[in-house]
């Protein structure tokens, strides 16, 4: 029976819990910077899966490893060893300059690893007295979806009715060294968990200094300092990582003084290429022997799969250049970006870096004019979604061409003089 994209939204409608609330296209196919619907229509993709398909879709080396893999042995838990984890663990020491990664699906997952690690480094490490470890979080978060990451979000929806929480956070303002240096005179604080820059908030990005500043308070302080880039790490953000700063080398490198090096670097989503759920936490010995047999799993994780799929997603952003790609790709989309804005108010801002940016629309934050202007773009072939506020997120694959980002700037700039509120 051929489907139409209607009859697969009331199936998705009818069966599936409504815990998303799409936009209304229906994707049967995806390659590089484009992805088809259901009727064969073809669009731009500007969300890049949340940042997971920073290679382009269907990456033919990226599942090329997977399907190799697949066919030889996909899963053997760790009871076993396996003969690609060692290899991967290698792969990713040495790229990210960590002696230790420990490996994970989801990118949930991932920060409930790092806060599990850094609570026990607290507490075997620090001298904290059990169970009084604080992590310092931040307004505007977004860690990801279970019982703990959410008893410190301050977005409704994803808290209430969801309690009783789990304790042992503290909110700062986001992008307020004052607000650090102060949480962080408490001695019981063993971690700061932080996003470079604010993906899910809309694209919030931080003065220049701010990372590089919270992570020499950290160091002074005792203080775990964590990284969730499972959002703006793999080049999304012109770097291999935010954290690295200037640096467009494609792997961090010590070298660079412009480069913060996390305690704990906390990776998910693009690191597999949009492939395969692949994520990992890594950090130095120091913090990571905290961690002895039997006190912490996952089945999947590091499953020869993801390993394979991880090592050529990898591979991939190094061979195509894909960190400075999207610097400077991302800057001419910005200046594009404001090109419009001098020309309507329907925008007032552009801001982001590399190429996780966001437009900020001109209108009330509970409006729904960012989602209609998302429908109309949909119309016009181009995918993308608004976040909290009003705001619309562009993020397109890191593998598209200048002349490509050239047709996506026409179809953003006709879309936005068309629209009436
Ligand atoms: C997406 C995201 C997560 C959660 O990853 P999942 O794979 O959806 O669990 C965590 N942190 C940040 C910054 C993210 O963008």
């Known amino acids: 029976m051929a489907h139409t994209s209607a009859s697969l939204m009331e199936l998705e409608e009818r069966y599936g819990a409504h815990n998303y609330h799409p936009l209304p296209v229906v994707l049967d196919r995806g390659e590089g910077v484009h992805v088809w619907d259901v009727e064969g229509k073809k669009y731009y993709d500007f969300l890049s899966a949340y940042s997971a398909v920073n290679q382009g879709h269907c990456h033919p080396k990226i599942v090329g490893a997977l399907t190799e893999q697949a066919k030889k042995l996909t899963l053997t838990s760790r009871a076993f060893y396996n003969s690609k984890l060692g290899e991967y663990e ?55 979806r279970t019982t703990t990451i959410i008893s410190f979000s301050d977005d409704q929806d994803a808290r209430a009715n969801f309690g009783p929480y789990t304790s042992g956070f503290v909110s700062i303002p986001y992008n307020d060294i004052a607000a650090l240096n102060f949480a962080l005179m408490n001695e019981n604080v063993v971690g700061f968990l932080v996003e470079p820059i604010q993906g899910e908030a809309g694209v919030n990005t931080p003065a220049d200094t701010f990372i590089a500043q919270a992570a020499e308070l950290c160091k002074e302080r005792n203080v775990l300092f964590m990284a969730d880039e499972v959002q703006t790490g793999i080049a999304r953000t012109g770097s291999m990582l935010a954290v690295c700063g200037n640096c467009t080398c494609g792997n961090t490198c010590e070298r660079q003084s412009t480069y913060s090096k996390p305690d704990l670097l906390i990776l998910g989503k693009a690191l597999s290429g949009g492939v395969y759920p692949v994520s990992a936490v890594l950090a130095d010995d120091t913090v990571m022997e905290v961690i002895k047999p039997g006190q912490h799993g996952s089945t999947f994780g590091g499953n020869p799969i993801a390993a394979e799929v991880a090592m050529a997603a990898l591979e991939v952003v190094k061979e195509e250049g894909l960190a400075p790609h999207a610097r400077e790709l991302g800057a001419y989309f910005r200046e594009k970006m404001n090109d419009i804005i001098g ?25 729904s004019t960012a989602w209609d202007i998302c429908v109309a773009l949909k119309d016009n072939g181009l995918l993308a979604k608004p976040t909290h506020g009003n705001i619309i997120r562009f993020a397109p694959p890191l593998v598209m061409t200048k002349e490509q980002m050239d047709e996506c700037v026409a179809i953003i700039r006709k879309t936005l003089f068309e629209f009436r509120k």
């Open 90 to 144: 290698k792969y990713m020491s040495e790229t990210f300059g960590f002696d230790k990664i420990l490996p994970m699906n989801s990118g949930a997952e991932a920060v409930e690893t790092a806060i599990k690690i850094a609570r026990k480094w607290g507490y075997e490490k620090k001298g904290v007295a059990e169970n009084a470890g604080i992590i310092v979080v931040c307004e505007g978060n977004f860690h990801g």
């Open 343 to 367: 020309e309507t108010d329907l925008v007032t801002k552009v801001r982001g870096k590399g190429l996780l940016n966001a437009i900020i629309i001109n209108d009330t934050p509970d409006s």
